[in-house]
């Protein structure tokens, strides 16, 4: 059976959209089961039924026209109930309904199966029989598989509206694709698609008027991988005859006119790039492979994909340093890298959309940071189908339009045009202290990681510091460790820019999803892996390189704070700590009078929660990093967007195991501070002033908002707020009764997007 399975799914791979998805799974599953229909119902939510979609065995006509009111039949009664109905005669069940279309009445046997992604039922497969039958386990557990399989693409289309004869099947434009919250914030701009080198797939749609300049690059680019293949081939001249016949082969087909004039008419057709009519070309060539039944055949596709990645890799050099932005540029992406955001000037950049990673990914703060809009894990958006495509971005709800209607935009538009007035409302209030209502001071800081945001951060921003500078970014962006006198500078600049109030700069935490191209580290589980003080533990060279530029840097200012991320257990602390002390001594025997800085742990991993009055004895200060602390704690993949539902910073566990560090400080008497979003959150910000927090450090787009919130309560208030909470163990009740707080204190505005 699994090799059938599979033999389906590859397949079904091969097919162009959703219409020959489903026909070829009821063709296939009618013949490996043997039975006499195979059909794939689909729910229509506008018109409330179920419509045959696809069906081998029911009269064709049908398809499209067969429907049913939702919850009606068997097939009703699979998608209500959620689960597989196996029965050996259909017509003796209640819940049998005739559907005089399809022509249905002489079949008894039944299986059918619920199709569900992420919890809704979508539709439902069916199989029957004309005789009686009761199917096996490892039948049902076949389209079990198959169902679950092609639940992701059935979504996928519904998002696209890529199904047709579906009335909920909506034109792009007045529906959103539906990602995640990633930086908060609304824009509308126009699609920039960053797509990974070399990968034939991520190549967007994108059109030229110089139709004969991309003819003249694709043919370049042949040239050169045809001369290439020849110097291989003379080069590997002792391999077998059957190799060097390959390198033929490779050869024959870069002359193929299905290859060069099929790319070159595609070119002049379509009016689009040299790269996208070759990926166009690639791909209707394997198709063409991969449909065939001759083993040796079929692997042929796997050359012509090499031939295509080695034609595209000449395309792309040409066209590398030739990008334009445009004005209010949407960086829309699968995969984003802290450099490619960098690489695009300021001024331009308006938006950020990713189709992997969640709010609390790298990508995302860094957004944040930088006050733009994001959207992650927009999972359905198409993403090569949209380049240049006017754009809005939801960062609030994380909704992505592509090709707005106008109506869509008016709302947007006024949405901005709110928030425009509430930034300018909340930023009369920086230079008012972050006091409560019963004047206890909270001050509040902010995390950057770049020194193109510090310079909007220290100017009149409010902030009473620098709560988290994450040393890492400047390190991505470059293409080597930066050496002891270019971080000196660096940090320097940092330092300076904010003296004589503080600065925590925390020491390097690479490894999860924070990679430099220089130092790759290949792993399974990377967040559970080779992460922040671990690697500086087993790199002391690199370590002290760090903390020797740092404390240079502090020459003078004397407001530098050292932070240790991913801290598990005290030895570490205990162990960095030492080679601080080296690194002061080294200095001061060269000469240079060198304070020691105060040195924090960051508590974001659980163990570190159950040791806190152990670290807290060794440590200057505490920091919580809740983004990571939420996802050890709660098991939740950061950055996977198929569980961001439970990247929940008010789940009862992350309420407890914050207070218990927060008390854990305070036993030692030792300040300590969050830096993890959850300080930028207005409800979570809220929980923490009541905890007692004695420092919040945000995003400086959160900050006047929190500013806003803080000077609105009392300390009391916040304190007998979090005893509410803390009795409640539903994490969307302490939400709903925190946002009524904030309403009730008139701050409503600081909930939703607008005003
Ligand atoms: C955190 O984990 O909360 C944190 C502040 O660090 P980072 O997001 O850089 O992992
Ligand atoms: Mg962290």
């Not at 679950?148 to 099947?169: R, V, Y």
């Not at 191209?517 to 760090?546: A, C, V």
């Amino acid at each position: 059976m699994l090799e059938e399975i599979r033999r389906v799914v590859q397949e079904v791979n091969t097919a162009e959209n959703l219409q020959q998805t489903l026909a070829l799974i009821v063709l296939r599953v009618k013949e490996v089961m043997a039975t006499d229909v195979c059909s794939v119902y689909l729910k229509d939510e506008l018109a409330q039924q179920n419509v045959l979609m696809a069906t081998d065995g029911l009269d064709p006509a049908s398809v499209g026209n067969a429907r049913l009111k939702l919850g009606k039949g068997l097939t009703g009664l699979v998608m209500e109930r959620a689960e597989p109905i196996n029965l050996k005669n259909a017509m003796d069940h209640p819940a049998y309904h005739f559907i005089k279309e399809t022509g249905e009445e002489s079949y008894h046997g039944f299986l059918g199966i619920p199709i569900i992604h992420h919890k809704t039922a979508l539709g439902v497969i069916v199989v029957q029989t004309a005789q009686e039958r009761n199917f096996a386990e490892d039948e049902v557990t076949l389209l079990v598989t198959l169902a679950a399989q092609l639940s992701g693409a059935i979504a996928h289309a519904q998002a696209i509206g890529d199904i047709k004869g579906l009335k909920n099947n909506v034109l792009l434009g007045n529906r959103p694709f539906r990602g995640l919250a990633g930086a908060s914030g609304v824009t509308i701009g126009t699609a920039l698609v960053i797509y990974p080198p070399a990968d034939l797939d991520a190549v967007p749609n994108r059109s030229t008027t110089d139709t004969a300049n991309e003819i003249k690059t694709f043919e370049s680019a042949v040239a050169k991988v045809r001369q290439e293949i020849a110097e291989l081939k003379t080069r590997v001249k002792d391999l077998s005859s059957e190799n060097i016949a390959l390198f033929d082969a490779y050869l024959l087909m870069l002359e193929s006119n299905s290859l060069l004039r099929a790319t070159k008419t595609r070119i002049e057709k379509n009016k689009c790039w040299a790269s996208t009519a070759l990926r166009d070309t690639i791909k209707e060539q394997v198709q063409v492979f991969d449909a065939m039944q001759d083993d040796y055949l079929r692997e042929r596709a796997q050359d012509i994909k090499d031939l295509g990645r080695r034609i595209l890799v000449h395309i792309q050099s040409k066209k590398s340093g030739t990008r334009r932005y445009p004005d209010k540029t949407i960086l829309v992406s699968d995969e984003l890298s802290a450099s490619s955001l960098m690489e695009i000037p300021r001024s331009k950049l308006a938006g950020v959309i990713c189709t992997h990673g969640s709010g609390s990914s790298h990508v995302a703060i860094l957004a944040r940071a930088l006050g733009i809009p994001a959207v992650m894990g927009a999972l359905d958006l198409p993403t090569n189908q949209v380049d240049s495509a006017k754009m809005i971005v939801d960062g609030y709800q994380g909704y992505v339009y592509v090709n707005p209607e106008q109506t869509v935009e008016i709302e947007y538009l006024k949405i901005i045009k709110e928030e425009e007035e509430l930034s300018a409302e909340l930023l009369e209030s920086t230079h008012l202290p972050t006091e409560t209502l019963d004047n206890v001071h909270i001050p509040l800081l902010v995390n950057t990681g770049l020194l193109a945001d510090i310079a909007s951060s220290s100017a009149d921003s409010g902030a009473e510091g620098i709560g988290l500078y994450r040393t890492e970014f400047p390190f991505m962006i470059r293409d080597r460790f930066p050496g002891e006198e270019e971080q000196t500078k660096i940090y320097r600049k940092v330092l300076q820019s904010f003296a004589p109030r503080p600065v925590i700069l925390r020491t390097l935490d690479i490894g999860g999803d924070k990679n430099l191209s220089y130092f790759p580290i290949k792993e399974e589980n990377p967040f559970l892996g080779w992460r922040g003080i671990r690697i500086s533990l087993d790199h002391p060279e690199i370590f002290l390189t760090q903390v020797r530029a740092m404390l240079r840097a502090s020459i003078g200012l004397d407001n530098l704070h050292i932070l240790l991320p991913m801290i598990t257990s005290t030895c570490e602390v205990i162990e960095s700590i030492a080679y601080i002390n080296r690194a002061q001594k080294e200095l001061i025997e060269s000469g240079h009078a060198i304070p020691m800085p105060k040195i924090g742990a960051m508590i974001e991993v659980p163990s570190a929660v159950y040791q806190v009055d152990s670290i807290a004895k060794h440590a200057d200060f505490l920091s919580i990093g809740t983004n990571d602390l939420i996802q050890y704690l709660l098991a939740v993949d950061r950055n996977n967007p198929n569980v961001a539902n439970l990247f929940d910073s008010f789940h009862p566990a992350i309420l407890h195991a914050i207070y218990q560090t927060v008390n854990g400080a305070k036993n030692q008497n030792i300040p300590v501070s969050v830096c993890g979003e959850m300080a930028g959150d207005p409800a979570a910000a809220l929980l923490l002033v009541g905890m007692g927090l004695n420092s919040l450090s945000m995003s400086i787009v959160a900050l006047p908002r929190i500013k806003s919130l803080i000077r609105k309560f009392s300390y009391i208030q916040a304190k007998q707020i979090l005893k509410e909470c803390l009795a409640l163990d539903d994490s969307k009740m302490i939400r709903r009764l925190l946002n009524q707080h904030i309403d009730n204190a008139g701050l409503g505005g600081l909930l939703r997007p607008g005003k």
